[in-house]
């Protein structure tokens, strides 16, 4: 199983990335898929979550409103986009799979930084 995520860079507060994730080696259609992020000196932490056909979607409460995660199962893949981003969006950008209740696939993560 690989996870290939991409569309991190050097934005503005208040500005919007794209972050993609290609998914290769599994029935990606079937799994929950998920974005981490791990900002400098903390743990990584949960950013949105959706399910297998986008009927179940999960947000952490400081991304409500500005991010939205989705996914194309025909193109094995899953997005988040991120709007009006502010400093504290800095980190590295992991997605996962869940096989099952657990995120057991990472992806090697983006770089999204944000300068004020």
């Known amino acids: 199983v690989q996870l290939q995520a991409s569309g991190g860079g050097l934005v503005q507060a208040g500005d919007s990335l794209r972050l993609s994730c290609a998914a290769s080696?599994?029935?990606?259609?079937?799994?929950?898929m998920g974005w981490f992020r791990q900002a400098p000196g903390k743990e990584r932490e949960f950013v949105s979550a959706?399910?297998?056909?986008?009927?179940?979607?999960y947000y952490a409460d400081s991304v409500k409103g500005r991010f939205t995660i989705a996914r194309d199962n025909a193109e094995n893949a899953v997005y988040l986009q991120m709007n009006n981003l502010k400093p504290e969006d800095t980190a590295v950008y992991y997605c996962a799979l869940a096989p099952g209740s657990t995120y057991e696939y990472w992806g090697q993560g983006t770089l999204v930084t944000v300068s004020s």
């Open positions: 080696g599994i029935a990606f259609s079937t799994y929950v």
């Open positions: 959706i399910n297998w056909n986008g009927g179940s979607i």
